[in-house]
């Protein structure tokens, strides 16, 4: 016990002395955690949208229909509304931003207002006809005869009017990445303005969004519990691998052939190096978080041993990818190549619903996925969910792999 405890102290100050070591492990899961938490703890985003104007009457102002199309497009609190001038020529342009300054433009056509009336006369008649049907045996027949002729004279004024929708274009660049939620907005925009036009006041069918569940969880409270897997995933697999394959090219563990260090005495004691070096990190990562964003989680005893269990299975991948690489670097591109593909599919900087399917299919079978989603569960939303499970799962990880160091690590392969 006495050998174990020494050795995880000089273990310890052997990686205070490592200035890339405490730099990736201990500092640059903070400032990750502090950019990606102010970055997406601002306003809701805001796009920018250009429209111009093209229905004007003969003093060159807008038509009254087009005027209130584009007031209702200013209402949504996401749209920052500019104007271009009508006499602008966007037929030939190839930039939308690099000659107009903006990359998505509202084309209204000329014509609009008396494009609308007519289509909104035609819907309006449809809904008439649909009416009568609906109720020709309650109306006397000359009344009907009545309301068939005048139908019939509406049907012959519009019989020579074009019966497609008003042409509205909505102009984006190809590499803008919100065209789709500007889209969606315009549509919707869209879809409001056409039920007024044919006197639809009030919609039959409304959407009342209502939360559900605690109040005031922000962006550090999404990321703080993803960041500590990160940094426990980045210790494991980079870390870690560069420390053994240090100490392989510099002899230290040929020496320690000849010391009654045993093996797993050796795996253990950076084992326990790298629990304390989570906890310590862990421990900073929360101050920061309630210092700086009122995040007030505190981990219990459960979380507590996720995290540990955790260290451990990824420590114990580190020490076996370590065990086949004498070269440092070598070593932290190889955990490189494992931590970077994990850390991107697992839903660590985004939401996995933001990802195409099969990646999402392919993330649920990772174990980082499962690591940081059940640590949120403890940490955020005090929530047993999944957690029973991903420990089972980190705990079989971690004596795989502790087993296979402690198999492949032998004293006498260092020359």
């Known amino acids: 016990m006495r050998r174990l405890y020494r050795l995880t102290v000089t273990l310890l100050r052997e990686w205070i002395r490592d200035r890339e070591a405490v730099f990736f492990v201990f500092v640059f899961p903070i400032i990750l955690l502090l950019i990606f938490s102010v970055v997406f703890a601002g306003a809701p985003a805001e796009f920018e949208i250009a429209v111009q104007n093209n229905d004007l009457d003969e003093d060159g102002e807008p038509t009254e229909l087009s005027a209130t199309f584009i007031d209702a497009l200013a209402e949504p609190d ?8 009508s006499d602008r020529d966007l ?28 289509q909104s006369g035609r819907v309006r008649m449809a809904v008439i006809q649909d009416t009568i049907q609906l109720f020709e045996e309650d109306i006397p027949q000359d009344e009907l005869a009545d309301i068939e002729d005048g139908i019939a004279e509406f049907e012959e004024v519009q019989a020579d009017t074009d019966d497609e929708a008003v042409p509205l274009q ?3 660049a190809p590499d803008d990445d919100a065209a789709g939620a500007i889209i969606s907005i315009v549509d919707s925009v869209v879809a409001t303005f056409n039920d007024r036009t044919i006197g639809i006041q009030e919609p039959t069918v409304a959407v009342e969004p209502a939360e559900v569940g605690d109040e005031g969880l922000g962006a550090a409270d999404y990321f703080l519990p993803a960041f500590i897997v990160a940094m426990i995933m980045f210790n ?72 540990i269990v955790g260290t451990i299975a990824f420590g114990g991948l580190g020490m076996v990818v370590g065990s086949f690489i004498r070269d440092p670097g070598a070593a932290i591109s190889l955990g490189a190549g494992i931590a970077f593909p994990l850390m ?24 980082v996925t499962h690591y940081h989603r059940s640590l949120r569960e403890l940490m955020i939303l005090e929530s047993m969910d999944g957690v029973w499970l991903t420990l089972a799962v980190l705990t079989v990880m971690a004596v795989l792999f502790v087993s296979l160091a402690v198999y492949l690590t032998t004293w006498d392969e260092f020359d």
């Open 78 to 85: 996401p749209i920052d509304l500019h104007h271009i001038d």
């Open 91 to 118: 037929a030939n342009v190839d930039r939308l931003e690099a000659d107009i300054g903006y990359q998505r433009v509202v084309v209204v056509p000329d014509g609009f207002e008396e494009s609308v009336r007519t």
């Open 170 to 172: 909505l102009l984006v």
């Open 236 to 307: 494991g697999l980079l870390t870690v691998p560069s420390a053994v394959a240090k100490f392989r090219r510099d002899g230290t563990l040929k020496r320690l052939a000849a010391s009654p260090l045993r093996r797993r005495e050796w795996i253990l004691a950076n084992l326990i190096q790298q629990s304390v070096i989570s906890l310590l990190v862990v421990a900073v990562m929360l101050l920061i978080a309630r210092v700086a964003f009122g995040v007030t989680a505190v981990p219990g005893p459960l979380a507590v041993l996720l995290i």
């Open 344 to 367: 991107f599919v697992s839903g660590i900087f985004w939401e996995l619903e933001l990802m195409p399917e099969t990646v999402q299919q392919v993330a649920e079978l990772s174990p």
